[in-house]
């Protein structure tokens, strides 16, 4: 029984792997996450063949939890993934990366806890809980229980944070200060832990565990959000694998490695792309009261109506649409691609730009436009389209703003100086469409809108690209 339940496990890993990599590109992405769903359940299958469960006096107490578990996670799953709004997308991803985290964090006070058991009834009162668990398991499973834990609560403030219902970047002053002072207390009493095996330690342990995932995830600025939720993602795919490594699972084990080292890799092209480290967005975002102030613009936003606005697009050589968050929020995903499909029949050539970091997660404007219908030949990262803004006629930038903001080239002074952009600001003519006169995400002043070849389209997104349908249709 133990080699079917190893195999499958082996197996379930296997196709886990193979789901991941299919994730790589948009055209295989659906085909990976259901390969990658097919592998869970076979782990969970397997998970009934466990001698602690069919073997053990309170195998129908287990197996009945177990079930239990899963309907309720698998429905409400299932039910919050039929209902969720693609705007909301960040922060469900956000809320179950979480979970994933605290689960990990929880079989690890588990686990603890039976060493703590097993130690408080030795004859000689010696023994600690490297002892009962063994040194390596120990070291895996207190590691995996901090970053689970901090990985857990810190995910919930990205979630509270992206939902609106949290709008704060400080909690204390000397916030940072305090955060230090917090983590150097969790390692003491994690180490604490190790050499004994007291419960009031254990309890003391993963109450700073929570509180430092608190502290450390408010202060980010909301711009980061996306290298956040990506760094987060890898830190619960190790805390799995070191759980894995506790349990002996070794679909745990492969599953987490893969997932954390695949976030980690995530995490820094992302942060890269910003041209900063993710040092940096702890403990300087973008978005925070530290986050400094740019250069004030100069000049006026000049207006334009969407009748010209259209007429301008509809005989223009080429057009690069770059979408933001705006875009999601207005959900006119699927208006832009009717628009994209009138220009195409006038024989514009159109292009999509999308930035590493558009939006609130990583590849939200990727999924936005996927669900849209927009074919994946039309879909440019930034490095591959920045050169064609110098041949481009329009520009059109709907619910963008730091991403396409040229005082990260130009602006010494500016949060966002050195983070990589799409040169919008090149092409012939820019057309932004945006809600109002407002900041981005960020809190930075955009000079692309004050520039003599950018006119401002103002409105709801969706109503202002059916507008520039309806005045490429008067043309047809």
């Given at each position: 029984m133990e080699t079917i339940i190893q195999a499958s496990y082996f197996i379930a890993a296997v196709i886990f792997i193979l789901g991941l990599k299919q994730m790589s590109s948009p055209v295989t992405a659906r085909r990976g996450i259901l390969w990658a769903g097919a592998a869970m359940v076979l782990a969970t299958l397997a998970t009934f063949l466990a001698p602690e469960i069919t073997g053990s006096d309170q195998a129908l107490t287990n197996v009945s939890l177990i079930v239990i578990a899963i309907v309720i996670g698998g429905g409400y799953a299932w039910w919050s993934g039929k209902r969720v709004a693609m705007t909301d997308m960040p922060q469900m991803i956000a809320m179950y990366n979480g979970m994933g985290g605290g689960a990990a964090a929880t079989i690890a006070a588990v686990e603890l806890l039976k060493a703590n058991t097993e130690a408080s009834h030795d004859p000689t009162g010696t023994m600690t809980i490297a002892d009962a668990l063994g040194p390596d398991v120990a070291i895996l499973g207190i590691l995996g229980a901090i970053i689970g834990t901090v990985s857990f609560s810190g995910s919930i403030i990205a979630w509270a944070k992206l939902d609106g219902r949290l709008h704060r970047s400080k909690l204390l002053p000397a916030q940072h200060l305090i955060n230090a002072v917090i983590a150097i207390a969790t390692v003491g009493f994690a180490i604490a832990i190790y050499f004994s095996a007291d419960l009031t330690t254990i309890v003391i342990f993963y109450?700073?565990?929570?509180?430092?995932?608190?502290?450390?995830?408010?202060?980010?600025?909301?711009?980061?959000?996306?290298?956040?939720?990506?760094?987060?993602?890898?830190?619960?795919?190790?805390?799995?694998?070191?759980?894995?490594?506790?349990?002996?699972?070794?679909?745990?084990?492969?599953?987490?490695?893969?997932?954390?080292?695949?976030?980690?890799?995530?995490?820094?092209?992302?942060?890269?792309?910003?041209?900063?480290?993710?040092?940096?967005?702890?403990?300087?975002?973008?978005?925070?009261?530290?986050?400094?102030?740019?250069?004030?613009?100069?000049?006026?936003?000049?207006?334009?109506?969407?009748?010209?606005?259209?007429?301008?697009?509809?005989?223009?050589?080429?057009?690069?649409?770059?979408?933001?968050?705006?875009?999601?929020?207005?959900?006119?995903?699927?208006?832009?691609?009717?628009?994209?499909?009138?220009?195409?029949?006038?024989?514009?050539?159109?292009?999509?730009?999308?930035?590493?970091?558009?939006?609130?997660?990583?590849?939200?404007?990727?999924?936005?436009?996927?669900?849209?219908?927009?074919?994946?030949?039309?879909?440019?990262?930034?490095?591959?389209?920045?050169?064609?803004?110098?041949?481009?006629?329009?520009?059109?930038?709907?619910?963008?703003?730091?991403?396409?903001?040229?005082?990260?080239?130009?602006?010494?002074?500016?949060?966002?100086?050195?983070?990589?952009?799409?040169?919008?600001?090149?092409?012939?003519?820019?057309?932004?469409?945006?809600?109002?006169?407002?900041?981005?995400?960020?809190?930075?002043?955009?000079?692309?809108?004050?520039?003599?070849?950018?006119?401002?389209?103002?409105?709801?997104?969706?109503?202002?690209?059916?507008?520039?349908?309806?005045?490429?249709?008067?043309?047809?």
């Open positions: 109450s700073l565990a929570l509180v430092l995932g608190i502290f450390i995830t408010v202060p980010v600025g909301g711009a980061d959000m996306p290298v956040i939720i990506s760094l987060f993602n890898a830190l619960t795919g190790l805390a799995v694998g070191f759980e894995g490594y506790v349990l002996g699972n070794a679909a745990m084990i492969i599953a987490g490695i893969v997932v954390g080292s695949a976030g980690s890799l995530l995490t820094h092209l992302m942060a890269v792309a910003m041209n900063r480290s993710v040092a940096n967005v702890f403990f300087a975002g973008v978005g925070t009261d530290s986050g400094g102030s740019a250069t004030a613009a100069e000049g006026e936003m000049k207006e334009i109506q969407a009748q010209d606005a259209g007429i301008l697009m509809a005989f223009a050589s080429q057009v690069i649409i770059i979408p933001g968050y705006g875009m999601a929020v207005a959900q006119a995903q699927h208006k832009i691609w009717e628009l994209t499909q009138l220009l195409n029949d006038q024989g514009v050539s159109v292009k999509f730009a999308i930035h590493p970091v558009a939006g609130r997660m990583p590849g939200h404007m990727n999924v936005l436009l996927a669900e849209a219908g927009v074919p994946y030949d039309m879909i440019y990262d930034m490095e591959d389209i920045n050169a064609d803004f110098k041949n481009t006629t329009v520009a059109l930038v709907i619910g963008a703003n730091d991403v396409v903001n040229p005082s990260a080239k130009t602006d010494t002074s500016s949060p966002l100086y050195g983070m990589p952009i799409l040169d919008a600001i090149e092409s012939d003519n820019v057309i932004v469409i945006k809600r109002g006169r407002g900041t981005g995400f960020s809190g930075v002043e955009n000079p692309l809108f004050f520039t003599d070849n950018t006119k401002m389209l103002f409105g709801d997104g969706q109503k202002a690209a059916s507008e520039l349908i309806q005045a490429v249709k008067e043309l047809t």
